[in-house]
C-alpha cells in the first residue's frame, strides 16, 4: 500500500483504473479525492465505481476460440 500511495500522490491524472484490487487497495482509492474504476477485483462492499466480468465465461470462450479451426475464428 505504501508504494501505491507513493505513486498515487506523484502522479497528476483526472482519474484511475484499478485491475484486479484486493479489497485493501479498493478501499484506499475509494477514500481518495481522484475518482476511481475498479476493473476486476474484490468489489463487494467497497464503494467504489466498477465492473466483475464474468471471468469463467471469458476464460471458456478465448479457450474454445483458440481451439477452434483457423477458418471458423
Same mark, same amino acid.
Given at each position: 500500500?505504501?508504494r @501505491?500511495?507513493r505513486? !498515487?500522490?506523484?502522479?497528476? !491524472?483526472?482519474?484511475w483504473v484499478v485491475? *484486479?484490487? %484486493? $479489497?485493501?487497495?479498493? $478501499?484506499?482509492? #475509494?477514500a481518495?479525492?481522484e475518482? #476511481?474504476?475498479?476493473?476486476?477485483g $474484490?468489489?463487494e462492499? !467497497?464503494? @467504489?465505481?466498477g465492473?466483475? /466480468?464474468?471471468?469463467?465465461a471469458?476464460? *471458456?470462450? %478465448?479457450?474454445r476460440?483458440?481451439?477452434? /479451426?483457423p477458418q %471458423? $475464428?
Amino acid at each position: 500500500m505504501k508504494r @501505491i500511495a507513493r505513486l !498515487v500522490r506523484s502522479s497528476e !491524472v483526472d482519474a484511475w483504473v484499478v485491475y *484486479a484490487g %484486493s $479489497r485493501e487497495v479498493l $478501499r484506499w482509492f #475509494a477514500a481518495q479525492p481522484e475518482p #476511481a474504476f475498479a476493473l476486476a477485483g $474484490r468489489l463487494e462492499g !467497497v464503494s @467504489i465505481a466498477g465492473t466483475n /466480468p464474468n471471468m469463467p465465461a471469458a476464460h *471458456a470462450e %478465448s479457450a474454445r476460440r483458440l481451439a477452434a /479451426p483457423p477458418q %471458423s $475464428r
